[in-house]
Protein backbone atom coordinates (compact mmCIF):
# COMPACT_ATOMS: atom_id res chain seq x y z
CA UNK A 1 0.00 0.00 0.00
CA UNK A 2 1.14 3.54 -1.06
CA UNK A 3 0.73 5.63 2.17
CA UNK A 4 1.66 9.21 2.39
CA UNK A 5 0.94 11.55 5.11
CA UNK A 6 1.95 14.76 6.23
CA UNK A 7 0.97 17.86 8.64
CA UNK A 8 1.31 21.51 9.21
CA UNK A 9 0.49 23.83 11.67
CA UNK A 10 -1.90 26.74 10.38
CA UNK A 11 -1.89 29.85 12.96
CA UNK A 12 -5.80 30.35 12.03
CA UNK A 13 -8.97 29.38 13.61
CA UNK A 14 -9.68 25.18 12.87
CA UNK A 15 -13.15 26.33 11.37
CA UNK A 16 -11.82 28.05 9.07
CA UNK A 17 -9.18 25.84 8.12
CA UNK A 18 -11.86 22.95 7.92
CA UNK A 19 -14.09 25.18 5.90
CA UNK A 20 -11.01 25.88 3.34
CA UNK A 21 -11.22 21.76 3.04
CA UNK A 22 -14.66 21.28 2.47
CA UNK A 23 -14.65 23.49 -0.32
CA UNK A 24 -12.64 21.17 -2.69
CA UNK A 25 -12.56 24.05 -5.51
CA UNK A 26 -10.80 26.52 -3.63
CA UNK A 27 -8.20 24.11 -1.98
CA UNK A 28 -7.68 22.22 -5.44
CA UNK A 29 -6.44 25.82 -6.51
CA UNK A 30 -4.15 25.99 -3.94
CA UNK A 31 -2.22 22.88 -5.05
CA UNK A 32 1.15 23.79 -6.89
CA UNK A 33 1.54 20.56 -8.27
CA UNK A 34 -1.72 20.68 -11.09
CA UNK A 35 -3.51 23.00 -12.88
CA UNK A 36 -7.35 23.03 -12.04
CA UNK A 37 -9.59 22.74 -15.11
CA UNK A 38 -12.97 22.36 -12.96
CA UNK A 39 -13.63 21.30 -9.52
CA UNK A 40 -16.91 21.19 -7.92
CA UNK A 41 -19.86 19.02 -5.53
CA UNK A 42 -22.01 17.15 -7.41
CA UNK A 43 -24.76 17.00 -4.97
CA UNK A 44 -26.67 19.00 -3.06
CA UNK A 45 -26.15 20.41 0.35
CA UNK A 46 -24.12 20.87 3.06
CA UNK A 47 -20.75 18.50 2.48
CA UNK A 48 -21.30 15.44 4.31
CA UNK A 49 -21.40 11.30 3.36
CA UNK A 50 -22.57 10.70 0.35
CA UNK A 51 -21.19 14.07 -1.03
CA UNK A 52 -19.58 13.52 -4.82
CA UNK A 53 -17.36 15.73 -6.33
CA UNK A 54 -15.82 15.97 -9.59
CA UNK A 55 -12.54 16.61 -10.40
CA UNK A 56 -10.74 17.41 -13.43
CA UNK A 57 -7.48 18.80 -13.24
CA UNK A 58 -3.59 18.67 -16.15
CA UNK A 59 -0.98 16.76 -13.40
CA UNK A 60 2.18 15.81 -15.26
CA UNK A 61 1.06 17.54 -18.50
CA UNK A 62 -2.18 14.62 -18.52
CA UNK A 63 -5.79 15.35 -17.55
CA UNK A 64 -7.35 13.72 -14.42
CA UNK A 65 -11.28 13.32 -14.71
CA UNK A 66 -12.65 11.83 -11.37
CA UNK A 67 -15.00 11.66 -8.67
CA UNK A 68 -14.69 11.36 -4.84
CA UNK A 69 -16.98 10.23 -2.63
CA UNK A 70 -17.26 11.61 1.02
CA UNK A 71 -16.97 8.47 2.96
CA UNK A 72 -16.75 9.78 6.42
CA UNK A 73 -16.91 13.31 7.75
CA UNK A 74 -16.72 14.64 11.39
CA UNK A 75 -18.06 18.10 11.02
CA UNK A 76 -15.07 20.82 11.40
CA UNK A 77 -12.74 17.98 12.11
CA UNK A 78 -12.43 15.45 9.58
CA UNK A 79 -13.39 14.54 5.81
CA UNK A 80 -12.50 11.18 4.41
CA UNK A 81 -13.35 11.04 0.43
CA UNK A 82 -12.25 7.49 -1.96
CA UNK A 83 -11.88 7.97 -5.73
CA UNK A 84 -13.38 6.22 -8.72
CA UNK A 85 -9.62 5.99 -10.38
CA UNK A 86 -8.25 2.86 -10.95
CA UNK A 87 -6.97 1.94 -8.47
CA UNK A 88 -8.65 3.94 -6.40
CA UNK A 89 -7.26 6.13 -3.67
CA UNK A 90 -8.18 7.63 -0.14
CA UNK A 91 -7.37 10.93 1.02
CA UNK A 92 -8.05 11.52 4.99
CA UNK A 93 -7.88 14.98 5.86
CA UNK A 94 -8.16 16.23 9.48
CA UNK A 95 -8.07 19.17 11.48
CA UNK A 96 -7.14 19.71 15.52
CA UNK A 97 -7.11 22.28 17.80
CA UNK A 98 -3.40 23.68 18.57
CA UNK A 99 -2.69 26.67 20.59
CA UNK A 100 -2.81 29.45 18.95
CA UNK A 101 -4.22 27.95 15.67
CA UNK A 102 -5.24 24.46 14.04
CA UNK A 103 -3.00 21.68 13.21
CA UNK A 104 -3.93 20.31 9.23
CA UNK A 105 -3.28 16.39 8.59
CA UNK A 106 -3.92 15.05 5.71
CA UNK A 107 -3.03 11.17 4.89
CA UNK A 108 -3.36 9.67 1.25
CA UNK A 109 -3.75 6.13 0.18
CA UNK A 110 -3.59 3.52 -2.44
CA UNK A 111 -2.76 0.27 -3.02
CA UNK A 112 -0.82 -1.28 -6.03
CA UNK A 113 -2.09 -4.19 -7.77
CA UNK A 114 0.64 -6.46 -8.86
CA UNK A 115 0.98 -6.30 -12.55
CA UNK A 116 -0.10 -9.18 -13.98
CA UNK A 117 0.88 -9.25 -17.89
CA UNK A 118 -0.51 -11.84 -20.60
CA UNK A 119 1.89 -13.72 -22.18
CA UNK A 120 2.20 -13.95 -25.80
CA UNK A 121 0.62 -17.68 -27.23
CA UNK A 122 2.83 -19.69 -29.52
CA UNK A 123 3.35 -23.28 -31.50
CA UNK A 124 5.69 -25.26 -31.62
CA UNK A 125 9.36 -24.12 -31.11
CA UNK A 126 8.43 -20.26 -30.51
CA UNK A 127 5.78 -21.81 -27.99
CA UNK A 128 7.78 -23.91 -26.36
CA UNK A 129 10.75 -21.30 -25.52
CA UNK A 130 7.79 -19.36 -23.95
CA UNK A 131 6.80 -22.07 -21.70
CA UNK A 132 10.71 -22.34 -20.95
CA UNK A 133 11.30 -19.16 -19.85
CA UNK A 134 7.86 -18.08 -18.07
CA UNK A 135 6.80 -21.32 -17.56
CA UNK A 136 2.99 -22.74 -18.30
CA UNK A 137 0.57 -19.88 -17.01
CA UNK A 138 -0.73 -17.56 -18.89
CA UNK A 139 0.35 -14.86 -17.20
CA UNK A 140 3.19 -12.87 -15.77
CA UNK A 141 2.49 -11.78 -12.20
CA UNK A 142 5.10 -9.05 -10.47
CA UNK A 143 6.97 -10.19 -7.90
CA UNK A 144 6.29 -8.74 -3.80
CA UNK A 145 9.58 -6.91 -4.17
CA UNK A 146 8.82 -5.35 -7.33
CA UNK A 147 5.24 -4.11 -6.12
CA UNK A 148 7.32 -2.75 -2.77
CA UNK A 149 9.84 -0.91 -5.16
CA UNK A 150 7.15 0.74 -6.54
CA UNK A 151 5.38 1.78 -4.23
CA UNK A 152 8.24 3.32 -2.15
CA UNK A 153 9.13 5.10 -5.40
CA UNK A 154 5.19 6.45 -5.42
CA UNK A 155 5.63 7.23 -1.86
CA UNK A 156 9.15 9.49 -2.14
CA UNK A 157 7.25 11.31 -5.53
CA UNK A 158 4.18 12.13 -3.97
CA UNK A 159 5.69 13.25 -0.19
CA UNK A 160 6.91 16.11 -1.25
CA UNK A 161 4.14 17.29 -3.17
CA UNK A 162 2.08 16.46 -0.47
CA UNK A 163 4.03 19.16 1.67
CA UNK A 164 4.17 21.87 -0.93
CA UNK A 165 0.55 21.47 -1.05
CA UNK A 166 0.05 21.82 2.56
CA UNK A 167 2.17 24.55 2.77
CA UNK A 168 0.48 26.39 0.22
CA UNK A 169 -2.80 26.16 2.31
CA UNK A 170 -0.82 27.49 5.56
CA UNK A 171 0.92 29.93 3.52
CA UNK A 172 -2.76 31.28 1.99
CA UNK A 173 -4.81 30.97 5.42
CA UNK A 174 -2.33 32.57 7.45
CA UNK A 175 -1.89 35.38 4.78
CA UNK A 176 -5.77 35.82 5.02
CA UNK A 177 -5.93 36.01 8.33
CA UNK A 178 -2.81 38.70 8.43
CA UNK A 179 -4.81 40.96 6.03
CA UNK A 180 -7.89 40.94 7.86
CA UNK A 181 -6.47 42.22 11.33
CA UNK A 182 -4.73 44.83 9.56
Not at 109 to 127: E, H, Q, Y
Not at 150 to 160: C, S
Amino acid sequence: MVCVEESVDIRAEPEVVFSLITDVARKARMNPNVRVLSVGQETEGPVGIGTVFHYRLVIEGKIADYRSTCVAFEPGRMMETLSDTVPPFKVRVTVEPIPGGARLTQVESFTLSSARVPLPRAKGWLGEVFRFIFGEGNTLTQSPESVAADEAQWEARLKPRLAAWLNSIKTHLETERSSLKA
